[in-house]
């Protein structure tokens, strides 16, 4: 059994693939000291960088897309299109997070508008998650730019958290790598849609 503490994408009930370790092995690479530290008191998964590793994982600014776990994530068809034109806007300002941002919407599941889910992080969604390094939780509002206020809770969907938080649901977790090069790792706890929404 592996320590605890481990990101929950790494947790297997058997042993991994040849591949699977190659893949893994260069993620964890480039997570924090103490995960580090417990692969190597676990013996099962020795840390070997290379530096065909550290290339890939400069060119992953933001996450690693390799990992055979990411969380499915689902958005609303009018979300996914503005989402688009805001981060094609935005690109030479904020280049790794609108890449990041690009990338989650080309993989979400698109779905009507009038459809709605229970616990779906969408635009003006209210969001309550915990940082699973720190073990904080926060409750915020995630919003457009022109609506973003730090101070007020409301978190513009061009920040690292918002664009990682959009398409999740409750019970969902994520790993990203910020532009800084930090490794966060966000679960959503509860997700109430946007008030308009609200029956």
Request: charged share 25%.
């Amino acid at each position: 059994m592996m320590p605890a503490g481990f990101p929950r994408t790494a947790r297997m009930a058997r042993s991994p693939s040849p591949e699977q370790t190659a893949v893994w092995t260069c993620h964890f690479a480039a997570t924090t000291q103490r995960h580090e530290m417990a692969l190597r008191r676990n013996g099962n998964y020795p840390i070997r960088r290379s530096a065909e590793c550290d290339r890939g994982l400069k060119e992953n600014m933001m996450i690693s897309y390799q990992h055979p776990e990411l969380p499915p994530i689902s958005l609303r068809m009018g979300d996914a299109d503005r989402l688009r034109n805001i981060a094609e806007a935005a690109s030479r300002k904020y280049p790794e997070t609108t890449d990041f941002l690009a990338r989650e919407i080309e993989r979400a599941e698109i779905l009507p508008d009038e459809r709605l889910l229970p616990g779906l992080v969408t635009m003006n969604s209210e969001v309550t998650f915990r940082d699973d390094i720190s073990r904080e939780e926060r409750t915020v509002v995630l919003v457009y730019p022109d609506a973003a206020n730090v101070d007020a809770g409301r978190i513009s969907i061009l920040t690292p958290i918002g664009a990682a938080l959009i398409g999740l649901s409750a019970g969902q977790t994520i790993e990203f790598q910020t532009p800084g090069g930090r490794w966060r790792a966000l679960t959503v706890l509860h997700a109430n849609p946007p008030r308009d929404d609200r029956r």
